[in-house]
């Protein structure tokens, strides 16, 4: 069995050829859909400020094989972004990822005596 990682991907877009039903809901939810929305889940939360509405991003927690790198990870997670905001109706463009792979992350801790 290969090694698995957990990954945090950030998704970054930006809205395209939103119809007026469309630009409603996201001006309707937004409120929902603010700085404290922002979370890691696996199937991804939607953020982005109202005006101007032109930016979102979503955030995903990906587990995957180690060996398929930060790579797959982006793809999996941009995947699971496009499909989301199609079922929602939503038009986009410009996908970019960045990852975090929790498990080669340098954790740096100060010593006792500086806290």
């Known amino acids: 069995m290969s090694e698995q990682h957990t990954y945090r991907v950030i998704v970054r877009g930006?809205?395209?050829?939103l119809t007026d039903d469309a630009r409603a809901r996201l001006l309707?939810?937004?409120a929902d859909h603010?700085?404290?929305s922002?979370?890691?889940s696996e199937e991804g939360s939607l953020s982005y400020e109202p005006a101007p509405l032109k930016h979102f991003s979503m955030r995903y927690v990906v587990v995957s094989d180690a060996?398929?790198?930060e790579e797959m990870a982006a793809a999996i997670a941009e995947d699971r972004a496009q499909t989301a905001l199609r079922e929602l109706?939503?038009?986009?463009?410009?996908?970019?990822?960045t990852v975090t792979?929790?498990?080669?992350?340098?954790?740096?801790?100060?010593p006792?005596?500086?806290?």
């Open 14 to 17: 930006t809205w395209e050829g």
């Open 28 to 30: 309707a939810e937004a």
């Open 34 to 36: 603010g700085m404290a």
């Open 38 to 40: 922002m979370r890691f």
């Open 67 to 69: 060996a398929d790198g």
């Open 89 to 97: 109706g939503y038009g986009f463009g410009d996908l970019k990822s």
């Open 101 to 110: 792979d929790l498990d080669t992350m340098k954790i740096n801790r100060k």
């Open 112 to 115: 006792a005596s500086r806290r």
